[in-house]
């Protein structure tokens, strides 16, 4: 019978959403019998729900970005009252009833979660037991965090050994936890010739490639950056991909460029892979999506203006591994790159250790695991007919209130470990 798989994100950024398609792609790939349905959850809510959980992210992160990196720090600490997880999940559950009828009216054999929102929404509906089909959480950064925690969950992949020692120290047996990586688009997992990459994007091959990115809404301080970028006086071949943001692409069109440079100012792209693959160094924020795609492709990176919290843990994970350099500053960029191309040998030792950790089969190693997953459930699920669990089991009564179990968070967990 094929399996029936939901997979579960929101669009909070860019990168929880990247991860779920891509182990959509990739799980039609292993099993293309599979019955797959992706769902972002913030577009099975209201307007003003959807706008204060992610317009609302990013409105803090441009006018108070310190004060993002203090609620990520907070919230990562053992909570002394229930009482502050009780009410943000009684607001996200309030919010996002559509969200639970679809989960519930379907028989599913398994929820794939790439935000912890949707996690802790199917934790939920468990401990009330209004659905009893297993869950798998699918971490997008290289540290992992607290919320990320929702008991009942059968599996936890994550993107290092440090972050399944975190989740450790929170009490998740480290049978349940798999270091994968993050799962990135399957194209990554596939070798494209940095040459030929280069010929169809009519880049040259007599300048190094220096690949800047915005992010899929080329957000953050783009044009700074892309005017210290030129400054360089090192020949560079500059590719500059914008998202969807056209008005930073024709701004940035607008920008005087020398002409010891040769540039390419490009919007949104689905070519991401081979653009990586023809870059020597890539310049973008730390994004966990993002670094590992670069990773996968061997590219260096120069990390700029990293969000306080998940960027910032996930800017240490690169450079503790030696496969990027920090700007801290505008001014020092063109320092900084022209250190790293003209430094003997450093640009290819950064280049060697992005492959060492690279994982770019990630999307279809999580892909395995979960099929796995389901076939050993399914050899313990009860003949058609007898109670249990079985392929019925998301065909409940509608519930127009939902009565949040009395839990911290909302699950009840073993107390934080300190590592030594």
């Given at each position: 019978?094929?399996?029936?798989?939901?997979?579960?994100?929101?669009?909070?950024?860019?990168?929880?959403?990247?991860?779920?398609?891509?182990?959509?792609?990739?799980?039609?790939?292993?099993?293309?019998?599979?019955?797959?349905?992706?769902?972002?959850?913030?577009?099975?809510?209201?307007?003003?729900?959807?706008?204060?959980?992610?317009?609302?992210?990013?409105?803090?992160?441009?006018?108070?970005?310190?004060?993002?990196?203090?609620?990520?720090?907070?919230?990562?600490?053992?909570?002394?009252?229930?009482?502050?997880?009780?009410?943000?999940?009684?607001?996200?559950?309030?919010?996002?009833?559509?969200?639970?009828?679809?989960?519930?009216?379907?028989?599913?054999?398994?929820?794939?979660?790439?935000?912890?929102?949707?996690?802790?929404?199917?934790?939920?509906?468990?401990?009330?037991?209004?659905?009893?089909?297993?869950?798998?959480?699918?971490?997008?950064?290289?540290?992992?965090?607290?919320?990320?925690?929702?008991?009942?969950?059968?599996?936890?992949?994550?993107?290092?050994?440090?972050?399944?020692?975190?989740?450790?120290?929170?009490?998740?047996p480290?049978a349940?936890?798999?270091?994968?990586?993050?799962?990135?688009?399957?194209?990554?997992?596939?070798?494209?010739?940095?040459?030929?990459?280069?010929?169809?994007?009519?880049?040259?091959?007599?300048?190094?490639?220096?690949l800047?990115l915005?992010?899929?809404?080329?957000?953050?301080?783009?044009?700074?950056?892309?005017?210290?970028?030129?400054?360089?006086?090192?020949?560079?071949?500059?590719?500059?991909?914008?998202?969807?943001?056209?008005?930073?692409?024709?701004?940035?069109?607008?920008?005087?460029?020398?002409?010891?440079?040769?540039?390419?100012?490009?919007?949104?792209t689905?070519?991401?892979?081979?653009?990586?693959?023809?870059?020597?160094?890539?310049?973008?924020?730390?994004?966990?999506?993002?670094?590992?795609?670069?990773?996968?492709?061997?590219?260096?990176?120069?990390?700029?203006?990293?969000?306080?919290?998940?960027?910032?843990?996930?800017?240490?994970?690169?450079?503790?591994?030696?496969?990027?350099?920090?700007?801290?500053?505008?001014?020092?960029?063109?320092?900084?790159?022209?250190?790293?191309?003209?430094?003997?040998g450093?640009?290819?030792?950064?280049?060697?250790?992005?492959?060492?950790?690279?994982?770019?089969?990630?999307?279809?190693e999580?892909?395995?695991?979960?099929?796995?997953?389901?076939?050993?459930?399914?050899?313990?699920?009860?003949?058609?007919?007898?109670?249990?669990?079985?392929?019925g089991?998301?065909?409940?009564?509608?519930?127009?209130?939902?009565?949040?179990?009395?839990?911290?968070?909302?699950?009840?967990?073993?107390?934080?470990?300190?590592?030594?």
């Amino acid at each position: 019978m094929s399996p029936r798989i939901l997979i579960l994100s929101a669009s909070v950024g860019t990168g929880h959403n990247r991860a779920a398609q891509a182990l959509h792609l990739a799980l039609h790939r292993v099993r293309p019998d599979a019955i797959i349905e992706y769902v972002d959850v913030l577009d099975d809510t209201n307007r003003a729900f959807r706008r204060m959980y992610g317009r609302g992210y990013f409105g803090l992160v441009d006018r108070a970005p310190h004060v993002v990196g203090y609620l990520y720090d907070r919230l990562d600490q053992p909570i002394k009252s229930p009482r502050i997880d009780r009410v943000r999940l009684s607001l996200s559950m309030m919010n996002l009833q559509r969200l639970v009828d679809r989960v519930t009216r379907q028989p599913w054999d398994l929820a794939i979660c790439t935000h912890f929102l949707p996690a802790e929404i199917i934790a939920t509906l468990r401990l009330a037991e209004r659905i009893t089909f297993p869950q798998a959480v699918v971490t997008t950064d290289f540290d992992t965090h607290r919320l990320w925690v929702n008991p009942p969950c059968e599996k936890y992949f994550v993107a290092s050994e440090e972050g399944a020692i975190h989740l450790a120290a929170w009490g998740v047996p480290s049978a349940d936890v798999s270091v994968t990586g993050i799962p990135i688009h399957p194209s990554f997992a596939e070798f494209k010739s940095p040459v030929e990459c280069r010929r169809r994007h009519g880049i040259g091959s007599t300048r190094p490639v220096v690949l800047q990115l915005a992010g899929g809404a080329g957000f953050g301080p783009v044009e700074k950056v892309h005017r210290s970028l030129v400054d360089v006086a090192m020949p560079l071949e500059i590719v500059m991909v914008c998202g969807r943001n056209e008005k930073l692409r024709q701004n940035l069109r607008r920008m005087t460029c020398p002409s010891r440079h040769v540039r390419h100012i490009l919007g949104f792209t689905e070519q991401m892979d081979e653009l990586m693959a023809a870059a020597d160094v890539v310049i973008s924020k730390p994004g966990g999506l993002t670094a590992s795609e670069s990773l996968a492709r061997g590219a260096a990176m120069l990390i700029i203006d990293p969000i306080p919290g998940q960027e910032t843990r996930n800017a240490d994970f690169l450079l503790e591994n030696g496969a990027a350099v920090k700007v801290n500053n505008f001014a020092s960029l063109p320092y900084k790159l022209t250190s790293v191309l003209s430094e003997r040998g450093r640009l290819e030792t950064l280049r060697g250790n992005a492959r060492r950790i690279a994982r770019p089969h990630a999307a279809f190693e999580v892909a395995s695991q979960c099929l796995e997953l389901i076939e050993a459930r399914a050899e313990l699920t009860p003949s058609p007919g007898t109670p249990g669990e079985g392929r019925g089991e998301g065909d409940f009564e509608r519930q127009t209130s939902f009565d949040i179990p009395n839990h911290p968070h909302p699950n009840p967990l073993p107390e934080y470990r300190e590592r030594g």
